[in-house]
């Protein structure tokens, strides 16, 4: 089984920064994309970031809403994914959630999940 567990939530204003960290550990394969999903109170859990595999060259790929503003990238050697969120808006604030597994299955949700970490923005 492969653990994750995210750090770094906490509550900022409109416009700040945060960055997000997930740490992984157990059966993982080096084949595996590593990403970020979110979920606010009353809605459904949505993808906001994903990065492939070093094998096959760190591709990102980001939801319309983040794009622009949220940036995600690994540590392979430390099998850590991050996410840098800048110029933050209240319709940010959610539960974050840390991803990983197959490619293919990045933007429904990848196989194992960390608890999340809670990111509230204020106006």
């Known amino acids: 089984q492969v653990q994750l567990v995210e750090s770094g939530g906490g509550s900022v204003q409109t416009g700040e920064s945060l960055t997000l960290s997930c740490a992984a550990s157990?059966?993982?394969?080096?084949?595996?994309?590593m990403g970020w999903f979110r979920q606010a109170p009353g809605k459904e859990r949505e993808f906001v970031a994903v990065?492939?595999?070093?094998?096959?060259?760190?591709?990102?790929y980001y939801a319309d809403s983040v794009k622009g503003r949220f940036a995600i990238f690994r540590d392979y050697a430390k099998n850590t994914v991050y996410l840098q969120m800048n110029s933050l808006k209240p319709e940010d604030a959610a539960v974050y959630y840390c991803?990983?597994?197959?490619?293919?299955?990045?933007?429904?949700?990848?196989?194992?999940w960390g608890k999340g970490t809670l990111v509230t923005v204020s106006s």
């Open positions: 991803n990983r597994g197959n490619w293919r299955d990045r933007l429904k949700g990848m196989d194992y």
């Open positions: 157990g059966r993982t394969s080096s084949t595996d994309a």
């Open positions: 990065i492939s595999s070093s094998w096959s060259g760190g591709i990102t």
